[in-house]
């Protein structure tokens, strides 16, 4: 059964910092993955998945993760936080024809 | 916007009382979902359909009664609900379950925010 690992509850950055949060799966074939954004009082909303090719994926945001497939991680990260980027991510992975499976995520707190 | 619409946004209802929440898309999708958002829990799913057929029901009380009429919209129907089925519910839409990972990216809707007395 393919599975999603976020390690961290809460992630707290200074805003102009770099940030990573954190994500490895396991699955027992190819995987596809993906990042969602959830804000307050909204639904999860599409950032970048991975599907093949570059193991460095960009998506919405400024937003960039990093597929490592010997470390099984798909980590997200942007150069640059910005305090309007604190929100809930959720990483999810797709494997054959189920449905995603999603993380537990992680909030994000940018500080200014 | 996502073209994912839910409503209502809020609820509150009693132990006894029944309900439904409703979603529509405009997306053109097949596939349809509802999930439970919890605090400090995983987002759990909770029915798929597929071009109007339920492929998937993870196991969900049967309190909880969707219905997909159309590939456009969902229900989910509750009945003598419990205080721990307090959550948000989210419904998401994709274009198709099987049809490969490019048409399994879901769009989802605000949700609704639930509370059970």
């Known amino acids: 059964a393919q599975s999603v690992a976020q390690p961290e509850d809460q992630v707290n950055v200074a805003e102009g910092n770099p940030l990573t949060v954190k994500c490895t799966y396991s699955?027992?074939?190819?995987?596809?993955l993906f990042w969602y954004v959830q804000y307050p009082n909204r639904g999860l909303q599409f950032l970048l998945k991975?599907?093949?090719?570059?193991?460095l994926v960009k998506g919405s945001y400024g937003f960039e993760a990093e597929f490592n497939k010997s470390q099984t991680s798909f980590h997200l990260k942007k150069p640059s936080a910005l305090v309007s980027d604190s929100a809930l991510y959720f990483c999810a992975v797709l494997s054959g024809n189920t449905p995603l499976v999603f993380g537990k995520g992680t909030r994000l707190s940018v500080i200014a | 916007e996502t073209g994912v619409t839910q409503t209502p946004r809020h609820l509150v209802m009693g132990m006894t009382n029944k309900k439904s929440l409703k979603c529509e898309q405009h997306?053109?999708?097949?596939?349809m979902y509802w999930y439970k958002q919890s605090a400090k829990k995983p987002l759990e799913l909770m029915f798929v359909y597929n071009f109007k057929e339920q492929t998937e029901n993870n196991s969900v009380p049967s309190r909880f009664s969707p219905e997909c009429p159309n590939s456009s919209h969902l229900f989910l129907h509750l009945h003598t609900l419990q205080p721990e089925d307090s959550a948000l519910y989210l419904c998401?839409?994709?274009?198709?379950?099987?049809?490969?990972?490019?048409?399994?990216?879901?769009?989802f809707g605000a949700g609704t925010r639930l509370s059970v007395l």
């Open positions: 997306l053109g999708h097949n596939a």
């Open positions: 991975y599907i093949t090719g570059d193991n």
């Open positions: 998401a839409s994709s274009q198709d379950v099987s049809g490969g990972v490019s048409k399994n990216i879901q769009y």
């Open positions: 699955v027992s074939g190819n995987p596809y």
